[in-house]
């Protein structure tokens, strides 16, 4: 009885073999992405809308919306108004900085301008909003 067994031929072992390989490389390839993953996440700020309005009072008042679109979340530390801090200019912001934007979240921003400042419409004015992970987002306004 034992003379008449046979063994798994040389094709189906190979067959065999090379499937296992296949499913453990697929599996390791997937375990090491998910790894990398976790160490390329990165923010992305989009200013998804940005204007400005003269009010009655002769105040300049600025609309921004921030977006983050990118695969981790964003601190805006400060913000820039022609290179100086705004509470140097002594502009006002409706937020608390440092303003942390979520994964795929806005958060709109009002800047308030007051007359004293002396900007006066047709003024070009640039914003710069700074991110704890250091990159700067920049917008430009002219002042109606």
């Known amino acids: 009885?034992?003379?008449?067994?046979?063994?798994?031929s040389p094709v189906i072992a190979t067959v065999i073999?090379?499937?296992?390989?296949?499913?453990?490389?697929?599996?390791?390839?997937?375990?090491?992405g998910g790894i990398a993953g976790l160490y390329t996440r990165f923010e992305k700020i989009e200013i998804s809308k940005a204007y400005a309005v003269k009010e009655t009072d002769g105040n300049f008042t600025i609309t921004i919306e921030l977006q983050n679109s990118g695969s981790a979340d964003a601190t805006i530390n400060y913000v820039l108004l022609n290179g100086r801090p705004l509470s140097d200019v002594g502009a006002t912001i409706n937020?608390?900085?440092p303003l942390t934007i979520n994964v795929?979240?806005?958060?709109?921003?009002?800047?308030?301008?007051?007359?004293?400042?002396?900007?006066?419409?047709?003024?070009?004015?640039?914003?710069?909003?700074?991110?704890?992970?250091g990159k700067d987002y920049p917008q430009m306004l002219t002042l109606p």
Do not use: C, E
């Open 1 to 8: 009885m034992i003379g008449n067994r046979r063994a798994l």
């Open 17 to 32: 073999l090379v499937s296992v390989t296949i499913v453990v490389a697929v599996a390791v390839s997937y375990w090491m």
């Open 95 to 97: 937020a608390t900085l």
């Open 104 to 133: 795929g979240k806005s958060a709109p921003l009002t800047i308030t301008l007051p007359v004293s400042l002396g900007f006066q419409s047709g003024t070009t004015i640039d914003l710069k909003f700074h991110s704890a992970s």
